[in-house]
């Protein structure tokens, strides 16, 4: 138990250790350990039946059963129903990669479950039973969101123009929100300055001048950390370069090895002028 109470949001388990932590079934969506008087429910992002979201801070998940009509008195949707009175804990795990589970947390109820329609494993309409839950620490880590909204952004990739389309017309026009912790890193303003100057007004990868000056008629460039500080790069001469907007976001999304190699050699060569001016 001690094991179940040391998981951290963010964490990502593996399926064996994911079975030996919780004592429970390495299969399904909905699994019931008496063991641990747990219930643990995942949600798979790359391939799944069921039609689990996020609306703001609820998860509405979908329940037990993947044909015909879904049964409220049914195995684990019975658990889930009453976990206000059956002792049971419900934790959370959402894949965004194949065989590696996100751990999100405890959950309880938001509200009481509802009817609605979905489609089943056989293309077939029918009513299933919607829990809306929440999380019980309501925050989550960064990256877990960062991950959920590429695992979705992969997802849409692969629809149909008539079923984005429909995913559109059908969709909450008001945007959700979830609450995240996201950790603060103190950055140096004096490298960030010293980066910029150094760079002489051009971006130091495609080394065009600044699209466009401040009102201070100052060259527009941004700071850009090599390692990423979230990966454990250092906020030092040797890391850091100045990039224009379109260059710097590029670097967040490509992350070219050729790109990272030649802003190496430019941080690496000003970080060894400066130790050579001050032996």
């Known amino acids: 138990m001690n094991k179940i109470k040391n998981l951290m949001p963010g964490v990502i388990l593996n399926n064996k250790e994911l079975c030996e932590i919780f004592k429970c079934s390495p299969q399904g969506g909905m699994r019931k350990s008496n063991k641990t008087n747990t219930l643990v429910l995942i949600t798979n992002h790359i391939e799944s039946v069921y039609s689990d979201s996020w609306n703001g801070d609820i998860l509405y998940y979908t329940g037990m059963g993947q044909e015909g009509d879904q049964s409220l008195d049914f195995m684990q949707n019975k658990t889930l129903n009453k976990i206000e009175s059956n002792g049971v804990s419900v934790h959370y795990f959402e894949v965004f990669?194949?065989?590696?589970?996100?751990?999100?947390?405890?959950?309880?109820?938001?509200?009481?479950?509802?009817?609605?329609q979905q489609l089943d494993a056989n293309q077939s309409l029918r009513?299933?039973?919607?829990?809306?839950?929440?999380?019980?620490?309501?925050?989550?880590?960064?990256t877990v969101l960062s991950n959920y909204t590429k695992a979705k952004e992969d997802q849409v990739h692969k629809y149909k123009i008539d079923k984005l389309l429909n995913k559109v017309i059908n969709q909450n026009t008001k945007p959700g929100k979830r609450e995240v912790l996201t950790p603060q890193y103190i950055r140096s303003p004096e490298l960030a300055e010293f980066i910029k100057r150094k760079a002489n007004g051009k971006c130091d990868l495609c080394e065009n001048p600044a699209p466009f000056t401040t009102k201070d008629k100052i060259p527009y460039l941004e700071c850009h950390h090599i390692i990423w500080l979230s990966e454990g790069g250092e906020d030092a001469i040797d890391n850091t370069v100045a990039l224009c907007p379109n260059c710097h976001r590029k670097m967040h999304i490509v992350k070219d090895i050729d790109d990272i190699n030649k802003l190496k050699k430019i941080a690496n060569l000003r970080g060894r002028e400066i130790a050579l001016k001050n032996e």
């Open 127 to 142: 009513k299933v039973w919607i829990f809306p839950l929440k999380l019980v620490e309501n925050k989550l880590p960064i």
């Open 97 to 116: 990669k194949d065989k590696e589970y996100t751990y999100l947390g405890r959950l309880t109820k938001a509200d009481e479950p509802y009817q609605t």
